[in-house]
């Protein structure tokens, strides 16, 4: 589990996605970067330990794996807080006191000891978050209270420690497969916001009583929230984003989107984004002013072949076809 009182490194040299294998424990508590842990190996055997681990702004991803049962001991990070989940199901595992299972939300934070007791096989994933960024979340959520109520182990329903575990997961694999991407301002936002979004998601839960816009309020909604997109389509719009400049909470962002366009709000925004640059190619005049490129970042789409692969897939042709199309007609 991750701690120390340094500041996550959130230099712009560090890599996207770091990995480590460890064959010593002392070895395994050093991995995590800026972290300062102790590790003592409980289980006779010899030792193994795979740490992956990525960084977007001041949000850190890690996953942990170790074949041998731990005690961990160390202080949590000041002004952060750690969440972690088992991957797999475990037993025999304790953290502060708490047992351990394969849906127990483990959290520590805001320089509290830490205190873990691992099973052997453990496959840990997480998030470490700034503190001030996950409270304004939760306040808007309508959750003000909820990180006071938490215990440090708290038991999830599966549904949310599974989202959990596929979101944490993604974000890796994403990471170690498409570095470049990852070091693009727009996608290191907007995967930013997710991740605090997944947390929120997996600790808060939902209201089934909770009032919801009325149907002109939810138009009046979708409406501000095209007006922004389209004012700004180059800004690294997120569900977070949208909730923080519209004033709502991401359930009401949602069942909005839902109700109104049938399409879930990134989906929207996506589809904002295509038009535009669709409109936009096929209004030139002379293709020589601005290149597919050049218009294709002005709506936000900083990643050429994965533009051209998601117009394609939206409109049945290359953004090249539509420029043809368009300069012939001309």
């Known amino acids: 589990m991750p701690s120390n009182t340094e500041p996550l490194d959130t230099g712009a040299s560090a890599r996207p996605v770091r990995h480590l294998v460890a064959t010593e424990a002392a070895m395994a508590a050093g991995g995590l970067d800026g972290w300062q842990q102790r590790y003592q190996q409980l289980t006779p055997g010899r030792f193994l330990a795979e740490v992956q681990q990525a960084t977007y ?10 074949n041998q049962a731990l005690l961990e001991e160390g202080e949590a990070r000041r002004g952060y807080l750690s969440i972690a989940l088992p991957h797999r199901e475990c037993q025999d595992g304790w953290f502060a006191g708490y047992r351990m299972s394969g849906d127990t939300v483990l959290q520590a934070g805001n320089g509290k000891p830490l205190a873990m ?11 470490t978050l700034p503190l001030p960024a996950l409270e304004r979340v939760l306040e808007r959520e309508g959750e003000a209270g909820l990180l006071m109520r938490l215990q440090p182990a708290t038991e999830v329903r599966r549904a949310a420690s599974e989202e959990f575990r596929a979101a944490m997961l993604a974000v890796l694999v994403a990471a170690a497969v498409q570095s470049d991407l990852f070091n693009q301002r727009f996608v290191e936002s907007a995967m930013r916001d997710a991740l605090l979004m997944a947390v929120v998601s997996t600790l ?14 939810r138009r009046r909604l979708v409406a501000q929230a095209y007006e922004m997109v389209r004012a700004a ?3 690294p719009w997120s569900v977070l984003a949208l909730c923080e400049r519209l004033g709502v909470s991401r359930r009401t962002l949602q069942y909005s989107f839902n109700e109104v366009t049938g399409l879930a709000p990134l989906e929207f925004v996506r589809a904002v984004r295509m038009n535009g640059v669709r409109q936009a190619l096929r209004g030139r005049q002379a293709p020589e002013l601005e ?6 970042a002005r709506w936000g789409f900083t990643h050429l072949p994965r533009f051209a692969a998601q117009y394609r897939a939206f409109f049945g042709e290359l953004p090249s076809v539509t420029v043809s199309k368009s300069t012939s007609k001309a």
């Open 204 to 217: 808060a839960h939902d209201s089934g009583d909770a009032l919801l816009p009325t149907p002109p309020a």
């Open 117 to 127: 007791r691992t099973p052997p096989g453990l496959d840990l994933l997480g998030v």
């Open 233 to 235: 389509p180059e800004a």
């Open 291 to 296: 290149g597919v490129g050049a218009v294709a």
């Open 57 to 66: 702004g001041d949000v850190h991803v890690f996953r942990e794996q170790t």
